[in-house]
């Protein structure tokens, strides 16, 4: 069955640095999320992507982060100066179509430590 | 606001018992539901998805949920539960059709440990 990988799967970088973490979508899906984990708490949407667009962030989503669709396979989530509070298990996920028809598949998850 | 909570943070039981785990939603119309499964180290898999219909939905790995409205509920449930079922399970909300939003809100989650 297709998956969503993430890479890496832990990253570790100091507070102030920027921090790419890169995912490959199955590859005929066409909407593209991030999520995001904190320890001991629930999983927050971030952002969503549709035809090289944002088409909904959240309020976390400040101009700290971006995304972006490099080339037809990979889709990055930027953090340009990291942040303690931004450790975190961070979700790629996508599907076929808009969510009312096709459920969100999700990958395993990068895990950033910011020290 | 749209939430969805799940009432137990942790439960227990033996293996060979039956399993209910309970997710209750707010939302202002009848969304998309979800329930996710998330071993340790493990991405998030979907279990099963409620859009429409028959409001009884079986999934994978012998679960099944049932959408009750009148409650605002979501309840996961397996008659028999395996060793293996030891994971973390998350319910989640989408929108329903047409809403100009397609983001997930998960619950707080509910991790089970299976005793053997």
């Not at chain 1, 088409?55 to 930027?78: A, C, H, M, W, Y």
């Not at chain 2, 439960?11 to 329930?35: D, H, K, M, Q």
Request: with cysteine; aromatic share 12%.
């Amino acid at each position: 069955e297709p998956e969503v990988t993430q890479t890496p799967s832990h990253q570790v970088t100091q507070m102030g640095q920027e921090v790419i973490l890169r995912c490959v979508p199955i590859s005929n899906h066409l909407y593209f999320y991030w999520y995001r984990q904190i320890l001991g708490q629930k999983v927050e949407f971030l952002v969503s992507f549709y035809n090289n667009e944002i088409s909904e962030k959240s309020e976390i989503f400040d101009d700290q982060f971006s995304v972006e669709r490099p080339d037809g396979s990979n889709f990055t989530l930027k953090i340009r100066s990291t942040k303690l509070e931004d450790s975190a298990m961070y979700f790629c996920a996508s599907s076929d179509g808009q969510l009312q028809n096709q459920p969100q598949h999700f990958g395993d998850g990068t895990r950033l430590s910011i020290l | 606001a749209q939430s969805v909570t799940q009432p137990d943070i942790h439960i227990t039981v033996s293996e060979g018992a039956s399993l209910e785990l309970r997710c209750n939603y707010s939302y202002g119309a009848t969304p998309y539901l979800f329930w996710y499964v998330q071993s340790p180290g493990q991405g998030l898999q979907l279990l099963l998805k409620y859009f429409s219909g028959d409001t009884l939905v079986q999934g994978i790995k012998g679960f099944e949920a049932e959408f009750k409205r009148s409650q605002s509920s979501f309840n996961l449930r397996k008659p028999s539960v395996h060793w293996s079922d030891a994971a973390e399970y998350f319910c989640a909300v989408g929108p329903s059709y047409g809403g100009a939003t397609n983001k997930l809100i998960f619950g707080t989650g509910t991790l089970l440990a299976v005793q053997p």
